[in-house]
């Protein structure tokens, strides 16, 4: 519950490690591997999102209702990730499935660029 409650009041993307911080400060029992096994169900409850953005960690992100689709634009020097709203996306890959006789199962847009601050 206290990893539950730790993501769903996090704002913006975070790691792993972060969500176990801030599960101790709600509940000091909480193990690293409790949080490890917490992830994958709250993904598949739609609680998180995993945002995999080819690091050697992955980052996560609360899932707010219902949303559109999301692309990410990442800033390849320090990390930081801002999600998107890409409804064109959505129907490119569908078009694109369609015309192949396919249904999308999932698809991603991840933009790797340079945030205003790193271009200084
Ligand atoms: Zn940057």
Known sequence: MAVFEAARSSAGHYTAEELLK???ALDRSVSRATVYRA?????ECNVVRE???GRDHKYYLTETGSTPFRAQLICGHC???LEVDAPFMEWYGKAVAAKHG???ISQKLQVTALCPKCQK
């Open 102 to 104: 396919m249904k999308p």
């Open 39 to 43: 992830l994958p169900l709250l993904i």
């Open 79 to 81: 990390d930081t990730i």
């Open 51 to 53: 945002v995999d953005v």
């Open 22 to 24: 801030k599960s101790r």
